[in-house]
């Protein structure tokens, strides 16, 4: 597993075991996905767990569903209709605390599954039809328990923008924690925040103007008051899609100090290329290559320093696709 600049630590992001290739699924097989296996796990330490097999269901078995109401359905054998539904509740109240101590900078779910998927999980009614309304038992948990935590399908993460979207938030979570590991002063909140402006803009405007607002007030609080707060609102920008829009704005933003030091033919090449962008004609990773080469030619401090720049290892190349 390969370290970035910014982790001391590896991120941890927890799995469905399946998707890592454990046979663990009914039918003893396994669902391995070579994109999260092969390319993210270079970057993350993966923790599996199969909550099917660790509540005592064993491999091969019966497979399950969810029946019932959308909302509180049961978890039953699709064949003998045998009752999981409290043993399951238990093992999830139990491992969710467990889970605790691993420190999650990330989680990825198998879709559909009636343990593990996140949303859109069939639910069968009285008349035998399903709907997909509902949440696997513990990726419902999961949710729940972990409120801040980037939590992502694996289907999802088929979607260029989803998938970078997610990424994003995970290493963003990592440095928070990292931040928020020990005690904490005053300027180093402020540093944090200030490296992670045209991030959080490229998201959310509104969040970074809240963000900014809870900083300049960072001695009215307790320091366990505004981590919870501070991390919960950035979490929030960030699970607010970035767009062509606002990620020309932010451009647009960081042109303002590359002006001084540029011609008029260069500062035209540089707006051209922002505006094939905004029009869908080139990916983000081109107008931000050329504005990185003159950011480092000219040694803007402020601009270099920006984890909009570089917020994930380029190796993964995802911004190519966006």
């Known amino acids: 597993m390969k370290k970035t600049d910014n982790d001391k630590d590896p991120i941890k992001v927890g799995i469905s075991a399946c998707l890592l290739g454990d046979k663990v699924r009914w039918d003893a097989g396994h669902k391995r996905d070579r994109y999260i296996s092969d390319i993210l796990g270079e970057y993350f330490r993966f923790v599996p767990v199969c909550p099917e097999v660790e509540a005592g269901m064993g491999v091969p078995r019966e497979s399950v569903r969810l029946v019932g109401d959308i909302s509180s359905p049961r978890m039953v054998g699709n064949k003998t209709g045998e009752d999981w539904t409290d043993r399951m509740n238990q093992y999830i109240q139990k491992r969710t605390k467990q889970l605790e101590r691993y420190n999650f900078s990330g ?20 008349s035998g039809i ?75 405007p509104k969040h970074y103007k809240i963000l900014g607002h809870l900083v300049a007030q960072v001695k009215r609080y307790k320091p366990g008051n505004f981590k919870e707060r501070y991390v919960e609102i950035f979490m929030q920008a960030l699970s607010v899609k970035s767009s062509a829009r606002k990620n020309v704005n932010v ?15 260069a500062r035209a090449d540089i707006i051209k290329i922002i505006e094939n962008y905004r029009n869908g004609l080139v990916p983000l990773i081109v107008p931000l290559t050329l504005i990185k080469h003159y950011v480092k030619l000219f040694d803007i401090e402020y601009i270099k320093d920006q984890v909009y720049l570089n917020p994930h290892p380029e190796e993964l190349m995802l911004r190519n696709h966006v």
């Open 107 to 126: 989680y990825i779910l198998k879709k559909d599954s009636p343990s593990c998927g996140m949303e859109r999980v069939r639910v069968y009614q009285k």
């Open 130 to 204: 399903p709907l997909k309304q509902g949440r696997g038992f513990f990726g419902g948990a999961l949710v729940d328990h972990f409120v801040n935590l980037p939590i992502e399908e694996e289907g999802r993460l088929n979607d260029p923008a989803l998938r970078e979207n997610f990424i994003v938030r995970v290493f963003a979570y990592s440095r928070l924690q990292h931040l928020f590991k020990g005690k904490f002063s005053r300027s180093e909140i402020v540093r944090f925040h200030t490296v992670h402006k045209y991030l959080l803009l490229a998201h959310s």
């Open 251 to 265: 451009l647009h933003h960081i042109m303002g100090f590359l002006k001084p030091h540029l011609g008029a033919h």
